[in-house]
């Protein structure tokens, strides 16, 4: 049928018990399409997964948790990926394309607070409460939001890091993504969930995405079936925005996406690190488009770094545009300084 049966299709993934759920709930559903073909998962350790003593942001290796999965991708060890979509790159390696963003979960940022802290918001908090996070978008906010508050750096897989914040008295609070902690079935441990007016979340936050080879069509179209076409626009609005930014994980860029009634909504900010300087602009589209046949030459059509065959092309077009023009809006205004101080200063 689609050329691939008969062989086993390996799937790349960290090794964090997050990644493992994560790529799980994406073989499932893979089985459930294609119950003849037989699926097998290949697990690796990532150089973002390997340093836990250095921030994130300090490292400055843009494919941090993504090189040891690519090389294997590269070398045919693997036939497919599936990472978290803000940890892959705005512009993918060579060879390589985003072959479906699978349905988002909820993208905010939410609190977990230490026991002794339960039922409290961030707000009531003692002054110089000290919240963890390893996110310099997280704190750019949150710091100006909650002056009152001290943010200091927490590194490790969820599990690591819930234990870092129950077993010891350093943390009143730390801030992670909602999806992970659902993924995880931890839903119970969300104190506060911190809505647009709070914190802009992470570009592509909550969102799964399946890398593969460009060339094997055969995956690709496998794969394409996972899409979900919402998701699929959003995303591609934000990682434009952000591409055109040249932000990465070394300075705080973020956004707020809604896609309602054809029209799409996106919000886009930079910060300065302490939060006091920031600009911020909502733009909307219309993006309901029929799907025509693309057949021929264009049927490959990346926009940044994603393959989506079954997304209307005009309607990803117009995604690709609104964050090209948000963030080109912001730059016209001094972002390209914000930025540049941020990121001096992040690298001091």
């Known amino acids: 049928?689609?050329?691939?049966d008969g062989r086993a299709i390996r799937v790349g993934t960290r090794r964090s018990q997050l990644a493992r759920i994560q790529t799980d709930s994406v073989v499932t559903t893979l089985r459930?399409?294609?119950p003849d073909l037989h699926f097998e998962i290949v697990a690796m350790s990532t150089t973002g997964d390997k340093i836990l003593d250095t921030a994130l942001s300090k490292i400055g290796e843009k494919s941090l948790f993504t090189k040891e999965l690519e090389n294997a991708l590269e070398r045919n060890e693997v036939d497919l990926v599936v990472h978290s979509l803000k940890d892959l790159p705005t512009s993918l390696p060579p060879g390589f394309t985003i072959g479906a963003v699978c349905k988002r979960e909820n993208p905010l940022d939410a609190v977990v607070f230490h026991p002794k802290n339960c039922g409290k918001t961030l707000s009531v908090l003692p002054e110089k409460s000290v919240i963890g996070?390893?996110?310099l978008r997280r704190a750019a906010q949150l710091k100006k939001k909650f002056p009152h508050l001290e943010f200091r750096d927490i590194r490790g897989n969820l599990n690591t890091r819930l234990k870092k914040l129950d077993e010891k008295e350093d943390f009143s609070a730390i801030i992670?993504?909602?999806?992970?902690?659902?993924?995880?079935?931890?839903?119970?441990?969300?104190g506060q969930l911190l809505g647009p007016e709070d914190c802009l979340y992470a570009v592509g936050q909550g969102a799964l995405a399946v890398e593969v080879r460009a060339k094997d069509q055969e995956i690709l179209n496998m794969v394409s079936a996972l899409h979900d076409a919402d998701t699929v626009l959003c995303c591609i609005a934000e990682r434009a925005f952000m591409k055109r930014l040249e932000g990465g994980c070394s300075v705080p860029v973020?956004?707020?996406?809604?896609?309602?009634?054809?029209q799409l909504y996106l919000t886009g900010a930079v910060y300065s690190l302490d939060g006091s300087d920031s600009l911020k602009e909502?733009?909307?589209t219309g993006v309901s488009?029929?799907?025509q046949n693309e057949d021929g030459p264009n049927d490959d059509v990346q926009h940044v770094g994603i393959t989506a065959k079954n997304v209307p092309g005009q309607a990803q077009e117009a995604a690709e545009n609104l964050g090209v023009e948000l963030a080109s809006l912001l730059l016209s205004k001094g972002a390209k300084h914000i930025l540049s101080?941020?990121?001096q200063l992040n690298d001091a």
């Open 289 to 291: 488009y029929p799907h």
């Open 133 to 135: 996070t390893s996110s």
């Open 32 to 34: 459930e399409l294609y």
């Open 176 to 190: 992670l993504a909602a999806a992970g902690l659902k993924r995880m079935g931890w839903e119970n441990r969300i």
């Open 254 to 262: 973020a956004v707020n996406s809604l896609l309602k009634d054809g």
């Open 282 to 284: 909502t733009m909307q």
């Open 1 to 4: 049928e689609n050329g691939v």
């Open 341 to 343: 101080v941020a990121r």
